[in-house]
């Protein structure tokens, strides 16, 4: 498999669930990203990981915990979300890291939360 | 006042014409410039980049950027069916950071 891969492709989710977002790229980069897409708004960068480092933490609200265990692999925790948490999340990857690199996102979770 | 600015659209574009996408954006110190494509339903592909003040072209695609008036644009010469999607302008402001516009649908009408 090629590319950045996202999973689940969509879930629904109660205010009280917890469930957790996968990202896995296969394209041997250093920097993973988490951004969250709404409806008619600009993209979010919430979460950045370089060399499995937390480097940018957008004032993300608590309720949403990213982990990164290596380089290819990018976890977002979600618990007690609102529902205007609702959104596309998107995961994306670079070579380094750096705002001029390309990055390349993967599919997207459409999380709905009830 | 936002960041990046984009009309949101739609554009309606005829087919063979050239559609023209505009963006400004607040930071002066802002320093390279992204054009990313998004088809409905998929997620978003990088198309063009800018650094200098001028054009660059790409294929069908020119970007044009005038750090002075703070707009970067993007046209699509002979626009096809298949351009149809939104286009996000995104760019790096002066704390390095990656800002978003909210995107210009673009529909390609045959």
């Known amino acids: 498999e090629t590319g950045v891969t996202q999973t689940p492709r969509h879930l629904v989710m109660g205010m009280t669930n917890k469930k957790s977002l996968k990202c896995e790229q296969h394209?041997?980069?250093?920097?993973m990203y988490w951004y969250k897409q709404s409806a008619k708004k600009p993209l979010e960068l919430m979460f950045v990981?370089?060399?499995?480092?937390?480097?940018e933490n957008n004032s993300v609200p608590s309720r949403f915990s990213p982990e990164c265990p290596n380089s290819s692999h990018l976890f977002l925790h979600l618990h007690t979300l609102q529902p205007e948490d609702s959104a596309l999340y998107l995961c994306?990857?670079?070579?380094?890291?750096?705002?001029?690199?390309?990055?390349?996102f993967g599919p997207g979770t459409r999380l709905t939360v009830l | 006042q936002k960041e990046v600015e984009q009309n949101s659209g739609p554009l309606s574009v005829p087919e063979g014409a050239i559609a023209s996408l505009n963006c400004t954006y607040s930071?002066?110190?802002?320093?390279?410039f992204f054009w990313y494509r998004q088809y409905s339903g998929k997620s978003p592909e990088l198309i063009m980049f800018?650094?200098?003040?001028g054009d660059k072209e790409d294929g069908r695609f020119t970007a044009q950027l005038n750090k002075a008036s703070q707009y970067v644009s993007l046209l699509i010469r002979d626009s096809q069916p298949s351009d149809s999607a939104t286009y996000l302008c995104?760019?790096?402001?002066?704390?390095?950071?990656?800002?978003f516009g909210a995107g210009t649908q673009v529909v390609v009408t045959p």
């Open positions: 394209l041997g980069h250093n920097a």
């Open positions: 994306a990857s670079s070579q380094e890291g750096l705002v001029t690199d390309t990055q390349y």
């Open positions: 990981y370089n060399f499995k480092e937390q480097t």
């Open positions: 800018i650094y200098s003040n």
């Open positions: 995104a760019v790096e402001d002066s704390w390095g950071k990656l800002q």
């Open positions: 930071d002066r110190g802002s320093q390279s």
